[in-house]
């Protein structure tokens, strides 16, 4: 498949030619083989899965594990370590909430300044409700990770270390295997949240060697509602579960409950099947463009932008702006609030996000009050960071 | 472009907010966020023995909308009762901005009129 001609596999742009998405680090769009994959679960197998002895349910079955294991092997894991959840902020708080309970005074955990407010505020909250603390690895002017103070705040003190992949601000690359080494090098636990390099980087779990990896279905193509914990098997079967109900059960009396085995001792309640499936199309449809192809499109298209856009007079970068930036641009326009760009851009149907994009103690930390993000994925073209660098140039007319 | 929402005088109060800055004395300020853009308004108000605004201040940050719905409304609420202020409602801040606000937009118009009724309501207490 050419990756050039693919903006037609997905409805919402195929139908409106004049749009010009820019916020797929918000949401990926949709592409046809996950919309037809949802409906056809609804259409011929929509039964509960895993205790019905009838066929449709046996279907559903089938498809729901299927998908499973097909995801397990797209990040290299095994079946029994892919826990399905309803995205990485879920993920996130499953793993926060199990890993916590055995926290006490003296211990810490390890985060960092870049991350996400839902790698950030759970454990910001658990540290009060049980004693522990909570420290964050600071940053560069230019957005990374200052590695000398990741080396130093990781003591042997340090029970937890959870950090995100892929800025979600900035598309900063944080080297993942390299904060995970020094993580198991204390004895610590390392969780790489992955929400924002799922849909851009090849992750090996094995490779990294994180002990958890988190990501959602819908920044990689797949429905909102659904998403992913990978977790060590050693791991996963010690710890406690962090929701109790059906399936999660193998046999419960008045008194006690005996968890099911894994992955389902993790998954409480009938799951979000369709979606489930429906992100299996989604890595259906990433594997059939190619993870390389997607990587080397986005990593020309990045170039291209940061290229262009750096023409605009009193425009401001954020992020490194190499190779460790990715799929993401982050600027703001002198004098010009990055909401006023935003809604300028939203005239010439240009769809970026602005604001502190979930990140407050970033921004802070970089000492903005926010920045306008553009964040690219495979269906984007030159000719959108055309057309963008057009509008932001008539944003600052209209602001002179 | 949306030359309809960013009309001059939208621009003026933005770029020249008037009563900007704290008051050292004043009988209540109130603080209130935008969660959603991180825009931050916090309110100064001096009331005479009257019970007539005296004076106005505001401090923050936000996009135009925002701050210029506070330059405006720390003008307009000049001399009013508090009596009559609290009788302001959004059509009161949407005739003043004299600008259509689409749903968007409408949380950065009304910041300065919540943290105005919210730091009424904790000065009436």
Known sequence: MSINAHKKDFPMLAGQP??????SGATSQTPQPVLDAMNDYY?????????GVYQVSTEATKRYEATREKIAAFIGAQREELIFTSGATMSLNLLAYSLCSTLKQGDEVVTT????HSNFVPWQQLAKQHGFTMRSIGVTPDGRLNMEEAAALISPA?????????????????????????????GAVAIVDGAQSIAHMQVDVKNMNCDFFVFSGHKMFGPKGIGCLYGKATLLKNMQPFLYGGDMISEVTTTDTCFNELP???????????????????VDYIQSIGIKNVIQHEAVLTRYALDVLKNIPNITFYGPQNASQYAIISFNLKGI????????????????RAG????????????????????????????????????????????K | MDEELYREHILDHYKNPRNKGALSDYSFKHKEYNPLCGDVLELFLRVDEKNRVAETGFEGHGCAISQASASLLTEYIKGKTIDELKTLTTQDILDMLGVPINDA???????SLKTLEQGLYAFSQ
Request: glycine share 4%; aromatic share 6%; charged share 20%.
């Open chain 1, 158 to 186: 340090t029970k937890i270390v959870t950090f995100t992949h892929m800025s979600n601000a900035l598309g900063t690359i944080n080297p993942a295997k390299e904060l995970c080494a020094l993580a198991h090098r204390v």
């Open chain 1, 337 to 352: 609030h990055a909401h006023d760009v935003a809604t300028l851009l939203d005239r010439e149907h240009i769809a970026v």
């Open chain 1, 43 to 51: 259409n011929t197998c929509n039964a509960n899965i895993h205790r």
């Open chain 1, 356 to 399: 502190h994009h979930c990140a407050m103690p970033f921004m802070t930390a970089l000492g903005v009050h926010g920045t306008v993000r553009v964040s690219l994925s495979s269906y984007n073209t030159k000719e959108d960071i055309d057309k963008l660098h057009d509008a932001l140039l008539k944003v600052q007319k209209i602001f």
């Open chain 1, 264 to 282: 389902y001792k993790f998954e409480a309640g009938t799951p979000n099947i369709a979606d489930a499936i429906g992100l299996g199309a989604a």
């Open chain 1, 113 to 116: 300044l870049m991350e996400h």
């Open chain 1, 18 to 23: 004049q749009l010009v998405y820019l916020d």
């Open chain 2, 105 to 111: 937009r409408m949380k950065c118009a009304m910041l």
